[in-house]
């Protein structure tokens, strides 16, 4: 199985996550970068105006990413990770998804969470990546155990 895991991270928690899933399951590891980085002011989802605020309002909005990304033909298996935001994926997710061909790949959200689940995340997926089978997914929070990592994705593949 040719696995692939992406992933955005706004203040480094997804990317551990990442990268303990990568390492775990032997996947090659991609990071979805912003063109314009966000700021700690960026993320203030107290503040109505901040820019995550006003991006996730829009259900229109695609923050550019940087770079072209991944060919995804050399993947049957795209584990996709972000930070959930307003209980579902963060707009630069929408746009990773929008701008490759996941079909007849399996794709596999997992988040990180101060407290939420994975929301309405892995339905809005499916919607983005036609023709992919999109699976329940999973929060990756706190200390990850490899064993545990590769049992959960080896799982995924039956």
């Known amino acids: ?36 980085p966000y700021t700690s002011a960026d993320l203030n989802w107290n503040d109505k105006n901040s820019r995550s605020s006003r991006e996730m309002a829009d259900e229109k909005c695609r923050p550019a990413v940087k770079g072209d990304g991944p060919d995804m033909s050399a993947y049957d298996t795209v584990f996709v990770g972000f930070p959930i935001w307003w209980y579902m994926e963060p707009r630069i997710i929408d746009t ?16 990180t969470s101060g407290g939420s689940g994975l929301g309405k995340a892995p339905q809005r997926m ?13 929060l990756l929070n706190g200390r990850l155990d490899a064993d545990d990592l590769r049992a959960w994705a080896e799982g995924l593949a039956r």
């Open 96 to 111: 990773f998804l929008e701008a490759h061909d996941f079909s007849g790949k399996t794709v596999v959200p997992f988040a």
């Open 1 to 36: 199985m040719n696995t692939l895991v992406a992933y955005f991270s706004a203040t480094g928690t997804t990317a551990r996550a990442a990268r303990e899933l990568a390492g775990a399951i032997n996947a090659d590891l991609f990071e979805i970068v912003p063109e314009k």
């Open 126 to 138: 499916a919607t983005l990546a036609p023709g992919s089978t999109v699976t329940e997914g999973r």
